[in-house]
Nanobody
Framework: QVQLVESGGGLVQAGGSLRLSCAAS????????MGWYRQAPGKQRELVAD???????NYADSVKGRFTISRDNAKNTVYLQMNSLKPEDTAVYYC?????????????WGQGTQVTVSS
């Protein structure tokens, strides 16, 4: 069953904004660190931003000051607000959950949503 569902991708002009959403099942979202990764054609998947269950955030240098990650624990949803978008932000964006399970971490991925920024 699909446990992470992304939405909000699309085509936007440079300088524009998009907000991505990732809805998770409650069993995954609770006490999980959530993150957004992206993968451009021919490149490796890279971390964009993540947020712990306590709300601490971390950003890639390339998006600091432009992107904001947040989570709504009541809605089991994590968001990525993307402002001042650049053509180099074009990629498939993936939602990620890392859930502690005993001594292990279980990792979940969404199916991805395309973000295309035109110049």
């Amino acid at each position: 069953q699909v446990q992470l569902v992304e939405s909000g991708g699309g085509l936007v002009q440079a300088g524009g904004s998009l907000r991505l959403s990732c809805a998770a099942s409650r069993s995954i979202f609770s006490n999980s660190a959530m993150g957004w990764y992206r993968q451009a054609p021919g490149k490796q998947r890279e971390l964009v931003a993540d947020i712990t269950s306590g709300g601490s955030t971390n950003y890639a240098d390339s998006v600091k000051g432009r992107f904001t990650i947040s989570r709504d624990n009541a809605k089991n949803t994590v968001y990525l607000q993307m402002n001042s978008l650049k053509p180099e932000d074009t990629a498939v964006y993936y939602c990620n959950a890392r859930k502690p399970s005993g001594m292990a971490i279980i990792v979940y991925w969404g199916q991805g949503t395309q973000v295309t920024v035109s110049s």
